[in-house]
T-cell receptor
């Protein structure tokens, strides 16, 4: 099992460009998450999904969009990149049946390092 | 607003000693709290989960406590080793499948 994989691993964008980060998991997890991590800081939740076809906003959703068309994939889009979006982006997934479930452990991908110039 | 505070300074200890990391939270009452380990350039890895009705949880050399009155969790690594050097993140569970992560404490264990 590959676990959680992220594509690409590194990317440099110019201000105003767009891109999509792909996250894939092969553990049949219901929940998927996108976080960003800035130097010396913890993880901040951008968007998350509790099942195929559903998405919800996290703590810092502005400037990002997501889609979960297939259970195993969670896409994060930047429509018009800004230097403030320079960060390391982590995708995670976890097992869960309903919104009231207790937190199961999250499995994280290796991260995507994005630089916006 | 909800706030999570971990040790503000990095923690440096000698091999063989016990490392104690602190996680304080304010303005909410999580029912669960998770601890993760993160190595440089990698994603976090889950270590332990403790529920609000559990005072203590152990796993090998790791021990976590959860004091809902003090709104604090302590994370202990006994007989620490240089391989334990990493950043440790606490993540109180808020709602609907979301956890909020602290900024982490960087632990360095010196031989």
């Amino acid at each position: 099992n590959a676990g959680v994989t992220q594509t690409p691993k590194f990317r440099v964008l110019k201000t105003g460009q767009s891109m999509t980060l792909l996250c894939a998991q092969d553990m049949n997890h219901e929940y998927m998450y996108w976080y960003r991590q800035d130097p010396g800081m913890g993880l901040r939740l951008i968007h998350y999904s509790v099942g195929e076809g559903t998405t919800a906003k996290g703590e810092v959703p502005d400037g990002y969009n997501v889609s979960r068309l297939k259970k195993q994939n969670f896409l994060l889009g930047l429509e018009s990149a800004a230097p403030s979006q320079t960060s390391v982006y982590f995708c995670a997934s976890s097992y869960g049946l309903a919104e009231t479930s207790p937190p199961y452990e999250q499995y994280f991908g290796p991260g995507t390092r994005l630089t916006v110039t | 607003s909800q706030k999570i505070e971990q040790n503000s300074e990095a923690l440096n200890i000698q091999e063989g000693k016990t490392a104690t990391l602190t996680c304080n939270y304010t303005n909410y009452s999580p029912a669960y709290l998770q601890w993760y380990r993160q190595d440089p350039g990698r994603g976090p890895v889950f270590l332990l989960l403790i529920r609000e009705n559990e005072k203590e949880k152990r796993k090998e050399r790791l021990k976590v406590t959860f004091d809902t009155t003090l709104k604090q969790s302590l994370f202990h690594i006994t007989a620490s080793q240089p391989a334990d050097s990493a950043t440790y993140l606490c993540a109180p569970y808020t709602n609907a499948g979301k956890s909020t992560f602290g900024d982490g404490t960087t632990l360095t264990v010196k031989p």
